[in-house]
C-alpha cells in the first residue's frame, strides 16, 4: 500500500453502524430511537421529520432504524405504544380491583405523562386533530383501553355511593383526562408566566391540585 492510500484510509470518516447491533446495547439503542421519535415528532409533526433525523439524533445509520421498526410510520406506531400500553394494562388492572378512584386515574395519567412528556403534544399532533396519521389506529388498538375504558371505571365508583349520580361518566372522563394533559402543553407559557415548575416536586403538586379539584366536585 502506498503512503498517499494509507493516508486516504486513515482520513476517512468511520462509519454509522449498519443494521441491528449486537450485544447489550441493543434495547439501549432502541430505546434511544423511541425517544428521538416521540420528541421530534412531537416538536416538528410526523410529516416533516425523515427516518435520517431521527437516525442522526442518536447516532445511528437510518438502515437501523428500518431493521428495528419496518417503516416511519410503524416507528410512530412503536412510539404511541411503548407509551400508552402500559397504562392501558394500568387501567385493566383498576378495573379488576375493587375501588378504582379519581385519584388513582390521575395518578396513572400523570405518571405517564412525566415519563413521556411529549406524549400529550404528539397525540395531539397525530391523533386528535384532522389528518392526524395515527387516528385509525389509535381508535381501533388504544383507546378502547384508555379513555374508553374510564367511563366504566367511573360509573361503577358511583354505583358503589363512592362518586356523584348526578355526573355523566363519559364527560367526567373527557374532564379527567383534560386537567391532566393541558399542563403539558402549555408547558412553554405556564412555566415562565405562571410559574408552575415541571420538576418532581412541582409535578405531585400538580397531582395534588388535580386530585383536590375533581375529589371536591365529584365525591359523593
Do not use: W
Amino acid at each position: 500500500m502506498t503512503n498517499t492510500a494509507r493516508t486516504d484510509s486513515k482520513q476517512k470518516a468511520p462509519q454509522k453502524p449498519q443494521g441491528r447491533p449486537a450485544g447489550p446495547n441493543t434495547g439501549s439503542i432502541r430505546r434511544s430511537i423511541l425517544a428521538a421519535a416521540e420528541r421530534l415528532f412531537a416538536q416538528k409533526g410526523y410529516a416533516a421529520v425523515s427516518v435520517k433525523e431521527i437516525a442522526d439524533s442518536v447516532e445511528v445509520n437510518a438502515a437501523m432504524i428500518h431493521y428495528y421498526f419496518g417503516s416511519k410510520h410503524k416507528l410512530l406506531e412503536q412510539v404511541l405504544e411503548q407509551a400508552l400500553e402500559p397504562l392501558a394494562k394500568a387501567i385493566g388492572r383498576l378495573k379488576s380491583a375493587d375501588n378504582a378512584g379519581v385519584s388513582d386515574i390521575v395518578h396513572l395519567l400523570l405518571k405517564t405523562f412525566r415519563e413521556h412528556i411529549y406524549l400529550p403534544i404528539l397525540v395531539v399532533r397525530e391523533v386528535l386533530l384532522p389528518g392526524g396519521v395515527m387516528q385509525e389506529h389509535f381508535l381501533a388498538f388504544l383507546a378502547p383501553r384508555l379513555g374508553g375504558a374510564m367511563p366504566e371505571l367511573l360509573a361503577r365508583e358511583q354505583a358503589a355511593g363512592r362518586m356523584r349520580k348526578d355526573i355523566d361518566p363519559h364527560i367526567a372522563t373527557l374532564n379527567l383526562i383534560s386537567l391532566c394533559a393541558f399542563p403539558f402543553f402549555a408547558r412553554n407559557l405556564s412555566e415562565p408566566a405562571l410559574g408552575i415548575a415541571y420538576d418532581p416536586a412541582g409535578l405531585r403538586k400538580l397531582e395534588q391540585h388535580i386530585i383536590l379539584l375533581l375529589g371536591e366536585g365529584y365525591s359523593a
